[in-house]
């Protein structure tokens, strides 16, 4: 099992800057790949970016390069989301999830651990 705990959300203005962080704990060893994904009201979940433990591989949706940077510090089995320049339209809820891909896939189906969740609100 591995265990992931989200922060860092809350509600920021447009234009604004938050960090989101993603602990891991448990058996972190069988999943090499850590993806965010978000979840607005009434639509469907949706990969933002994703990143491997062992090679620091990344991969971000399109829609949101250049705004949003992911990382991760092995040493504190941390991940890490940058999100800058928000938009009303970045509401949603956060989460951080776990796969045994080896490459960080966008698929939401492919990671089979899941953190609760963080709220991000960006007012206009």
């Known amino acids: 099992q591995v265990q992931l705990v989200e922060s860092g959300g809350g509600l920021v203005q447009a234009g604004g800057s938050l960090r989101l962080s993603c602990a891991a704990s448990g058996r972190t060893a069988i999943s090499d790949t850590m993806g965010w994904f978000r979840q607005a009201p009434g639509k469907e979940r949706e990969f933002v970016a994703g990143i491997t433990w062992s090679g620091g591989t990344t991969n971000t949706a399109d829609f949101l390069k250049g705004r949003i940077t992911i990382s991760r510090d092995r040493a504190k089995n941390t991940v890490y989301l940058q999100m800058n320049a928000l938009k009303p339209e970045d509401t949603a809820v956060y989460y951080c999830?776990?796969?045994?891909?080896?490459?960080?896939?966008?698929?939401?189906?492919?990671?089979?651990?899941w953190g609760q969740g963080t709220q991000v609100t960006v007012s206009s």
């Open positions: 999830a776990a796969a045994s891909a080896s490459y960080p896939t966008p698929v939401v189906g492919m990671y089979n651990y």
